[in-house]
Structures are given as structure tokens and as C-alpha cells.
């Protein structure tokens, strides 16, 4: 079995930054593909940003030049650094990430963390 484990969620004004960790643990061989989603209320869930194994990064045009996902593969934890942030940037955000536990390839989804930006 794989858990991931998110924190960093909080409330900030708008301009301020927060940066949201999401650590995977369990039966790990190896992992590809480590995303950000987010879901706000009545609004369907969304990928925010998204990092392959190798390190190459996509971010959705709303949080380009703003949010920076990167990832240390050594703690099997990919981050989220929100600059900048927005009042529509308020949302739980969800980490996923690609899991090889050793019989086959499965996606993980962590337990959501709330970022509520006031304006």
C-alpha cells in the first residue's frame, strides 16, 4: 500500500505565498509523473501544475509565473510554492502522484489541504 500525506494549506491574504508538501510512503519502487490539483466549491477538480520523473514542469495558465511544483525524489515528496496568490486561487488542493509498487503502476491522491486566500 502507498499513502500520501499532504500539509501546508492555511489561510493567507492575497499577494501573500504558502508552499504545500505532499509526501508518499509505503511499498514504493519508483515514481513517475507527480501533479497538483485543485477543486473549488461547485467547480470541477483541475490540474494545477504537473512534473515528470526527469523534472520537466506544466502549470496551468492561471498559476503560471506564480506557482512553482518541483519535486525531491530522495523523499518521495513533491512540492507546490504559491506566490502571488488570489482570492480565486481559494480551493482544497490535491496531490497525486504515479506509483511503481512493484507488480504495476497505480496513481495515489492525497487527502486534500485547504488554501483560502482573502482578499
Known amino acids: 500500500q502507498v499513502q500520501l500525506v499532504e500539509s501546508g494549506g492555511g489561510l493567507v491574504q492575497a499577494g501573500g505565498s504558502l508552499r504545500l508538501s505532499c509526501a508518499a510512503s509505503?511499498?514504493?519502487?519508483?515514481?513517475?509523473?507527480m501533479d497538483w490539483y485543485r477543486q473549488a466549491p461547485g467547480k470541477q477538480r483541475e490540474l494545477v501544475a504537473a512534473i515528470t520523473s526527469v523534472g520537466s514542469a506544466n502549470y496551468a495558465d492561471s498559476v503560471k509565473g506564480r506557482f512553482t511544483i518541483s519535486r525531491d525524489n530522495a523523499k518521495n515528496t513533491v512540492y507546490l510554492q504559491m506566490n502571488s496568490l488570489k482570492p480565486e486561487d481559494t480551493a482544497v488542493y490535491y496531490c497525486?502522484?504515479?506509483?511503481?509498487?512493484?507488480?504495476?503502476?497505480?496513481?495515489?491522491w492525497g487527502q486534500g489541504t485547504q488554501v483560502t486566500v482573502s482578499s
Open positions: 497525486k502522484q504515479r506509483v511503481y509498487s512493484g507488480s504495476l503502476w497505480d496513481d495515489y
Open positions: 509505503g511499498s514504493i519502487f519508483s515514481i513517475g509523473a
